[in-house]
C-alpha cells in the first residue's frame, strides 16, 4: 500500500473508552511520526468519536483503504505511520484476530462485528472529526436542516416523520410524530423541546457515543423538531459525568451559532430557536421525564404524576417535547432520506435500527447498530462473536433496571418493541448485557434492584421502601438462608410496587426475574 | 363555578369543577386513606394510599392527582387495592417507631387512622433497625427522623405556603430524609420557626414540645399584629396550651408565624397586667378602669400641642387612623409617626 493511490486519513478513536487508553497521546505521536516521515501533505491525522467496538481500542483506522488496527499502543505510532510510506506494508500484528476463525483480519468491512452491522445512525461515527463542523457539512450535514426550513412546511416537515414510524428511542417507543403533534397542537406560544441525555442504564453508553461522535446529529434534529412543534427554546439534559460529550455538544453548538443554524431568523426562515447544555447533578432518576423538567427547573429531580404531560404541562408549565439522543439524531436521516426510507427496513411495527450498548460475557463487545427485528442470537453470536471461554450462554439482560433477563431459550426473538415487551422485558434505550452460565440470576437482580433502590428518587413509598424490603430477601437468599415463603413476600411486593409506584422507574423495578419464573 | 358529576362506588357525586378524586371522595364523606394530600397544598402523590380504580385508566392512579371529571367511574375499595393498600402500609410500619401511646400525635395520626382503615394486624416486614438522630434544636419543636413517613407536607408548606424553604428533601432511595442546607440543626438553618411543618406533619415525625391534648378549643384573634390572624386556642382548665391557626380565616386560613403559634404564654403568665395600675406616692397600685381613664384623659388635655404620637405595626390600620385623627383633632398637632417609617 502506498501514498500514490492518494490521500490518506488515519481516524483515530477518541471517544471516552479510547481516550482512557490513552489515544490524544497515539494521535499526537502519529502527527509527530507522519512529520518526520515527511508524509505530512499525503497523510492527515485526525480525532474522532468511538468506532463502536470499544472492547478493541484503542482503534485506528486508515481511510479510504478502510484498514483497521485494534488494540493500539503508544508504540505502535512510528510502525503506522511507516506502513503509509510508498515501499510500507500494514501493520499486521495490529489487525483484529476473529474470535471464532483465529484469522487476522485487515479490514473493518470484513470483521463480522461491523459487517453484521446496519449503520445509519452512527454512519459518520469514527469517520468525522466531532469538533469541527466543516467535516459534518462535509458528509451532507445539515441539508436535512436546509430541507426542512427551505422547502417543508412545519406541517410537511411532521408529516415525513410520521411517515417514517419513528418510535421514541429511549425505550418506551412511543410514535414520535404523534408525541410532536401533541406538543405542536398544545395552545401557547412558548414550548421547548430538551434533549434527554441523562443516560444512566448500567453499562449503556449509545448516547453518549452519538454525543460524543456526531454532536451536529442531536443539533440538527432538535432544530428541525422545533420547526415542526413552533418551539424557540431547547435544551440538552446531560449527564454531568459525561465531561467529553458536553465539552463537545458546548463546541458544536457555538459551532452551529456560527454558522447561522441556531438563533435568530435561521437560514432567512424567519424561525429562531436557541439551544442550552445542562449538566445533570448525578440522579438517576432524572432521566425520567418529569424529574428532569424539575431538574432543569432549578429543583430537586423527582417525578410527577401525569397528566398532565409534558407536551400539555411541562417546563415551567409550556408545552415540552423530550426526546432521547438517538431519537433526534434519527430526525436528519428522516428528513434528508425520506421517511418511506427511513421505514424500508425494520418490523411492521418497529421501523428503522436498533441501537445497541453491548456488554457482559460476548466476546465482541461495543455499539451495535442492527434493523428492528434482528434476532437476538444474530446480535449475541454473530455480531457478538458469541461467549468467549467456551461458556454457555445463560440470558441476555436488556432495558437496564427497568427491563428484564431474556433466557436463552428466547434468543431467537427478534428485537423489536412489542416482542421484548411480550417475552417480558423491554427495548428500553439500549442497554444490552450478555450473561454466561457462571452468573447467578439471583446475584444479577439483586444487584439492579440495589441499583434501583439506592437511585430511587425517596419520594413515594413502594419504590423507597418496597425496593429496599425485596433487596433484603434477594440478600438473604443469596446468603443461602432463603425460605420458600421469600418467593411469595417477592412476587407480592413486585406486585405492589408495579401497581403503585408514581413513576416508571419504580414501576418496573422488579420486573427483572419475569421470565425467570422457576427461579 | 360549575359542578361535576361523578360515580364513587356507585354512588353519583356531585363535586367541584378543579378538586381531585380525592377532594371529590372527601367531600362526599367517603374516606380513601390518605397521608401526603394536603388542602392547603399542590398534589404531591408520594403515599399512594389513595390509590383508586377509575374505568378508563390503566393501572391504579393516586386520587389525590387525579382530577375529578364528569362521568368518571371511581372505585375506592377492591380486592387489589385492598392488597396494595396494606402492603404499603405494613411497609411504612416497618419504618416507624412502635411508641403510639407514648407519642404526642397519638390519636391524632394520620398513619393510625390508614392502619386501623387497612387493617394490619401483623408485622409482616422486619424492623428497620437504623436510628437516625432526633434534631431537638428548636424550641419549639422537634424533628424525629425515626417517624417521619416522607410525605412532603412540612417541605411543601414551608416552600409554596411560607416561601421559607428551609427543609427539603436529602439524599436518595431508603436514605432520603428531610434535611436542611448540609444538614445543619433546624435552628442553625433558614427555620423562622413559625411551626407550619408541626402543624401539617401528619405523624409523629414533627411535634411541639410538651404538647397536652386540650379540653377546649376557643375561636379568637390574634393579639399580636395587625394582620388579625384567626386562631384556636387550645385551653386545658383555664390555662392556654397551644394555639392552632384558624383554617376559616379569611385572612390567614390557617396559617400562623411563631409569635402566634408558639408566643401564647403570656397569657396565663404571672407579670401580665390584668387591671391598671396608677402609681401613688411613688407606688404602683391598683386601679379601676374609670380612675385610669380619666387620668390619662386629664394628663392627655394638659398636653394640648405639646404632643407628638408614635403609632404601632402591632394596631390595625382602623386603630392607626384614630390615633392620627386624634392626634390632629383632639391634640392639635401633626407630629405622628409611625414605628414602621424608622
Not at chain 2, 251 to 263: I, P, T
Request: aromatic share 6%.
Amino acid at each position: 500500500m502506498g501514498a500514490e493511490n492518494g490521500h490518506r486519513t488515519l481516524c483515530v478513536c477518541e471517544g471516552t473508552g479510547c481516550v482512557s487508553s490513552k489515544s490524544p497521546q497515539i494521535r499526537q505521536r502519529l502527527e509527530e511520526a507522519v512529520r518526520s516521515l515527511g508524509l505530512e501533505h499525503a497523510v492527515t491525522v485526525k480525532p474522532t468519536g468511538c468506532h463502536g467496538f470499544c472492547q478493541q481500542g484503542p482503534i485506528v483506522d486508515v481511510e479510504p483503504d478502510g484498514i483497521f488496527y485494534s488494540q493500539v499502543t503508544v508504540e505502535d505510532a512510528e510502525a503506522i505511520a511507516a506502513s503509509l510510506l510508498p515501499s510500507g506494508q500494514p501493520v499486521e500484528r495490529l489487525f483484529y484476530t476473529d474470535p471464532v476463525s483465529g484469522k487476522a483480519i485487515p479490514y473493518a468491512k470484513d470483521i463480522r462485528f461491523y459487517s453484521g452491522q446496519q449503520r445509519r445512525v452512527l454512519r459518520h461515527c469514527g469517520r468525522i472529526n466531532p469538533e469541527d463542523i466543516e467535516e459534518y457539512l462535509s458528509v451532507g450535514g445539515y441539508d436535512a436542516l436546509k430541507k426542512a426550513l427551505v422547502e417543508m412546511t412545519p406541517e410537511q416537515a411532521l408529516a415525513e416523520v410520521r411517515r417514517s414510524g419513528l418510535r421514541g428511542r429511549g425505550g418506551a417507543g412511543f410514535p414520535t410524530a404523534q408525541k410532536w403533534e401533541f406538543c405542536r397542537q398544545a395552545p401557547g406560544t412558548e414550548k421547548f423541546v430538551i434533549c434527554n441525555a441523562d443516560e444512566g442504564d448500567p453499562g449503556a453508553f449509545m448516547d453518549r457515543s452519538i454525543m460524543e461522535a456526531v454532536p451536529h446529529a442531536v443539533i440538527e434534529g432538535m432544530i428541525i423538531g422545533a420547526y415542526c412543534m413552533g418551539a424557540r427554546r431547547g435544551f440538552v439534559y446531560i449527564r454531568a459525568e459525561y465531561p467529553l460529550a458536553v465539552r463537545r455538544l458546548r463546541t458544536a453548538l457555538r459551532q452551529a451559532r456560527e454558522r447561522g443554524f441556531l438563533g435568530r431568523d435561521i437560514l432567512g426562515s424567519s424561525f429562531d430557536f436557541e439551544v442550552e447544555v445542562m449538566e445533570g447533578a448525578g440522579a438517576f432518576v432524572c432521566g425520567e421525564e418529569t424529574a428532569l423538567m424539575a431538574s432543569i427547573e432549578g429543583n430537586r429531580g423527582m417525578p410527577r404524576s401525569r397528566p398532565p404531560f409534558p407536551a400539555q404541562s411541562g417546563l415551567w408549565g409550556k408545552p415540552t417535547n423530550i426526546n432521547n439522543v438517538k431519537t433526534w439524531a434519527s430526525v436528519p436521516l428522516i428528513i434528508g432520506q425520506g421517511g418511506d426510507w427511513f421505514a424500508g427496513i425494520g418490523t411492521e411495527k418497529s421501523k428503522g435500527t436498533a441501537i445497541f450498548a453491548l456488554t457482559g460475557k460476548v466476546a465482541n463487545s461495543g455499539l451495535v447498530e442492527v434493523p428492528m427485528g434482528t434476532t437476538l442470537e444474530e446480535i449475541v453470536f454473530g455480531i457478538g462473536g458469541g461467549i468467549p471461554g467456551g461458556k454457555r450462554i445463560k440470558a441476555v439482560q436488556t432495558g437496564g433496571p427497568s427491563g428484564g433477563c431474556l433466557p436463552a431459550r428466547l434468543l431467537n426473538l427478534p428485537v423489536d418493541y412489542e416482542t421484548l415487551a411480550q417475552a417480558g422485558s423491554i427495548m428500553g434505550s439500549g442497554g444490552m448485557v450478555v450473561v454466561d452460565e457462571d452468573t447467578c440470576i439471583v446475584d444479577l437482580a439483586k444487584y439492579f434492584l440495589s441499583f434501583t433502590e439506592k437511585e430511587s428518587c425517596g419520594k413515594c413509598v413502594p419504590c423507597r421502601l418496597g425496593t429496599h424490603q425485596m433487596r433484603g430477601i434477594l440478600e438473604r437468599i443469596t446468603r443461602g438462608e432463603g425460605k420458600l415463603e421469600d418467593i411469595d413476600e417477592l412476587l407480592a411486593l413486585g406486585e405492589t410496587i408495579k401497581a403503585a409506584a408514581l413513576c416508571a422507574l419504580g414501576g418496573t423495578a422488579p420486573t427483572l426475574w419475569r421470565p425467570f419464573p422457576t427461579r | 363555578m360549575s359542578t361535576i358529576n361523578l360515580t364513587i362506588d356507585g354512588r353519583a357525586i356531585e363535586a367541584r369543577q378543579g378538586m381531585t378524586v380525592l377532594e371529590a371522595a372527601l367531600a362526599a364523606g367517603i374516606y380513601i386513606p390518605n397521608l401526603c394530600a394536603d388542602p392547603d397544598l399542590r398534589p404531591f402523590g408520594a403515599c399512594r394510599l389513595c390509590i383508586v380504580e377509575v374505568e378508563g385508566i390503566r393501572g391504579l392512579p393516586a386520587s389525590c392527582t387525579v382530577p375529578a371529571g364528569d362521568g368518571m367511574v371511581v372505585r375506592t375499595d377492591s380486592p387489589l387495592l385492598e392488597t396494595t393498600r396494606r402492603t404499603l402500609v405494613s411497609l411504612l410500619l416497618a419504618d416507624h417507631a412502635d411508641d403510639c401511646l407514648a407519642c404526642a400525635k397519638n390519636n391524632r395520626c394520620s398513619l393510625q387512622t390508614a392502619a386501623a382503615y387497612v387493617g394490619v394486624r401483623e408485622r409482616r416486614f422486619p424492623k428497620a433497625t437504623r436510628v437516625l438522630p432526633v434534631d431537638d434544636s428548636n424550641p419549639f419543636f422537634t424533628y424525629d427522623m425515626n417517624k417521619c413517613i416522607l410525605c412532603g407536607k412540612c417541605v411543601r408548606v414551608c416552600d409554596e405556603v411560607q416561601g421559607v424553604g428551609a427543609i427539603s428533601f436529602v439524599n436518595r432511595g431508603y436514605d432520603t430524609k428531610i434535611g436542611t442546607l448540609m444538614d445543619r440543626p433546624i435552628i442553625s438553618s433558614l427555620c423562622e420557626s413559625c411551626g407550619q411543618c408541626e402543624a401539617k406533619c401528619p405523624v409523629g415525625a414533627i411535634t411541639a414540645k410538651n404538647y397536652q391534648q386540650p379540653s377546649r378549643k376557643v375561636k379568637t384573634v390574634c393579639s399580636y399584629c395587625g394582620v388579625g390572624c384567626g386562631l384556636l386556642l387550645h385551653v386545658r382548665g383555664s390555662k392556654v396550651i397551644a394555639a392552632e391557626g384558624d383554617r376559616e380565616s379569611p385572612v390567614n386560613r390557617g396559617s400562623l408565624c411563631v409569635k402566634g403559634r408558639f408566643g401564647y404564654e403570656y397569657v396565663n403568665h404571672r407579670d401580665r397586667l390584668t387591671r391598671p395600675l396608677i402609681r401613688r406616692d411613688g407606688v404602683l397600685q391598683e386601679a379601676s378602669w374609670d380612675e385610669a381613664l380619666e387620668l390619662v384623659a386629664t394628663k392627655l388635655a394638659e398636653h394640648r400641642g405639646k404632643f407628638a404620637a408614635l403609632a404601632s405595626a402591632k394596631c390595625t390600620n382602623e386603630d392607626n387612623y384614630v390615633l392620627q385623627k386624634f392626634t390632629r383633632g383632639v391634640m392639635a398637632t401633626n407630629n405622628v409617626d409611625h414605628c414602621a417609617r424608622i
